[in-house]
C-alpha cells in the first residue's frame, strides 16, 4: 500500500512525522485513522466547496519512527496506532 511506503520511507530518511489534510463530510478521516494516522486537529469550515458548502480540514499525523519501533523494524507491515503502540482494527 502506498501509505505504508511513504511511511517506511519516511523511517529511512529519518523524517520525525508526516503530516496530512482530509476533507471532512467524506470516509477520509476514517479511512486515515483506520491505517494508524493520529487526528490531531479538525479546522471547522476550512474548506468552501461552494457558496453554501463548507467542509471541516481534518488533520493527522503520523511519526514513521514511532511506528517502526511498534512493528521492530518492518514499517510497511501494517497499520499501527502510533500514539499507543497498538494495532489498529
Known sequence: MLL???????AELGLEQLLLSAR??????????????????????AIRLADDDRRDEHRFQLRPNRAAECRGSDVA????RTDSCRPVG
Not at 77 to 80: I, L, V
Open 77 to 80: 507491515s501494517g497499520p499501527w
Open 4 to 10: 505504508h511506503a511513504v511511511a517506511g520511507r519516511a
Open 24 to 45: 471532512g463530510g467524506t470516509a477520509l478521516p476514517g479511512y486515515y485513522a483506520a491505517r494508524g494516522w493520529t487526528e490531531v486537529g479538525v479546522w471547522p469550515g
